[in-house]
């Protein structure tokens, strides 16, 4: 009861500020309607309810099982295992991703039904499933992450040329959007599980974290080589949104609940058949340790239901008008100045973040300290927001301005950078785009772009989620050149 209390005590701080903010927006800039400001608060609610206990579930639950599939995977100690393994495990978590969903369903209903979920969801598993199986097979035969990265990004940027300025936007979002709430505790316990086995501790450390990055890219190759043999050409889509608001404020948490606790089920239900398969075939653990486990997977999926109903019936439809009312302003630098605000405050209330930066903490044994890695992402993340409403504001400014530039000088510090922080860097770019950000964030950035007059709601709506993936590879890496000129002032190698 203890832990869940810290859980909750954290949570709540971290979801408090996103609260205020709006609140304050609501009673100086813009007025929105009392309906969707009680529907906010008692959203936030179910996102401090919800949050505290998937915490809970994932540490007891989740992460036992990556890390014993990890270490079973790693003692099979054949290649073909462990790329069978990690096919099925990458395709079948993906799948089940809730953010992967939101951001699918998005697409699906921007771009009137041309771009339907199913396809979105199927293709971007396909992608992760293939990248998470050459993940696997770095760990165990320890390539260098930063070879592999700069072989991955620069086949990204080839393919790239031939894809259209929409789905380049949509590709790079489901990649950011794919490494959400679920899939990042099972990978990262994966990585951990198969590193761990190594005899040197040194590349144990550095290997237990990488493989989220690497199974991200997959969906942005997959999305983008979708796009180049299926000829879509030109898309146009709108927000559909007459921006006339629902009085009821019970009615939208009871329509989402039921699909959502459906969507959560099915999304947990491949981890529980693999789980239950192996406990029978190889983990055997004691009956104290199997409930324990089978009790966090219950937590799991109560405490994503009530995080995930909170965020669209109460988070959604305010974040799209917020943005839509502030971008009506005449003064075009509060968008800017709100954006970079309500990135560094979303980012605290990230579910995927708070496993990430615990396991950095204890990996590294303390050395890197997780609040130090939390301030680091949320500059990232609010600079990523920021440059995102200027890229709606100024006509001229294309993704692949910011992409291009920013993916190469990522690449080049892997090179410079310590390399325990170039893993921790990538993995921390997908973890940044989670639900807070695939649902509150999207929906303020489509909001901005539906009112300012000359922008897409296609292309520039969407490319927010991969600015969200890219500005934290850079900022973590200049964390750990900074952790690098300390340590040899400190005599430390």
């Not at 771009?115 to 969801?121: D, E, G, P, T």
């Not at 493989?211 to 043999?229: E, H, N, P, R």
């Not at 029978?280 to 997977?297: A, D, E, N, P, T």
């Not at 993340?381 to 200027?390: K, R, Y």
Request: hydrophobic content about 55%.
């Amino acid at each position: 009861m203890g832990v869940l209390w810290s859980k909750f005590s954290e949570v709540i701080l971290s979801v408090l500020p996103i609260t205020v903010i709006v609140i304050i927006l609501n009673f100086t800039l813009t007025s929105l309607d009392i309906s969707l400001i009680i529907r906010f608060l008692i959203g936030a609610v179910f996102i401090v309810i919800g949050l505290s206990i998937f915490l809970f579930g994932v540490d007891i639950g989740i992460t036992p099982i990556g890390t014993l599939m990890g270490k079973t995977v790693a003692k099979s100690n054949k290649l073909w295992i462990v790329i069978g393994a990690g096919i099925f495990l990458g395709f079948f978590i993906s799948i089940a991703e809730p953010d992967l969903h939101i951001l699918a369903g998005q697409v699906e209903m921007v771009t009137s039904g041309v771009i339907s979920k199913f396809i979105i969801v199927v293709v971007v598993s396909i992608g992760i499933a293939v990248l998470l199986a050459t993940g696997l097979v770095r760990i165990v035969y320890s390539f260098p992450l930063y070879k592999l990265l700069t072989i991955l990004y620069g086949l990204v940027f080839i393919i790239a040329l031939f894809a259209s300025r929409e789905f380049l936007a949509i590709s790079f979002d489901a990649s950011g959007a794919t490494t959400g709430a679920l899939t990042v505790p099972f990978i990262l316990a994966l990585s951990l599980g198969i590193s761990v086995l190594k005899k040197d501790s040194k590349a144990s450390e550095k290997d237990s974290f990488g493989l989220v990055a690497i199974a991200s890219i997959g969906a942005i190759i997959t999305v983008m080589l979708m796009s180049i043999f299926s000829g879509a050409e030109e898309l146009k889509g709108s927000t559909e949104q007459d921006h006339t608001i629902s009085n009821s404020i019970i009615g939208p948490f009871l329509t989402e609940f039921g699909h959502i606790a459906q969507e959560v089920l099915i999304a947990l239900l491949p981890i529980i058949v693999i789980f239950l398969l192996f406990q029978k075939i190889s983990f055997k653990l004691s009956k104290k340790s199997f409930r324990k486990v089978i009790k966090g997977l219950v937590f799991t999926f109560i405490g994503l239901v009530l995080f995930l109903v909170g965020v669209n019936a109460g988070f959604m439809d305010l974040g799209m008008e917020l943005g839509y009312s502030i971008a009506l302003l005449d003064n075009k630098v509060y968008i800017v100045v709100i954006g970079l605000i309500l990135g560094i405050v979303t980012i605290l209330a990230e579910p995927a973040v708070y496993v990430l930066t615990n396991q950095i903490e204890d990996v590294t044994s303390g050395y890197v300290n997780r609040k130090v890695v939390l301030v680091t992402l949320a500059i990232g993340v609010g600079i990523a927001i920021a440059l995102s409403m200027l890229r709606i504001l100024i006509p001229e400014l294309q993704l692949w301005h910011y992409l291009l530039p920013g993916y190469l000088l990522a690449i080049i510090l892997t090179y410079l950078t310590p390399k325990l922080f170039v893993g921790i860097a990538f993995d921390s770019g997908g973890v940044a785009s989670g639900p807070m950000t695939a649902t509150f964030i999207l929906a303020f950035t489509q909001g901005v772009a539906d009112a300012v007059e000359g922008a897409d709601v296609i292309v520039d709506g969407f490319g927010m989620i991969a600015m969200v993936a890219l500005t934290p590879l850079i900022t973590l890496q200049i964390l750990g050149l900074i952790f690098k000129a300390k340590s040899r002032k400190g005599g430390l190698s």
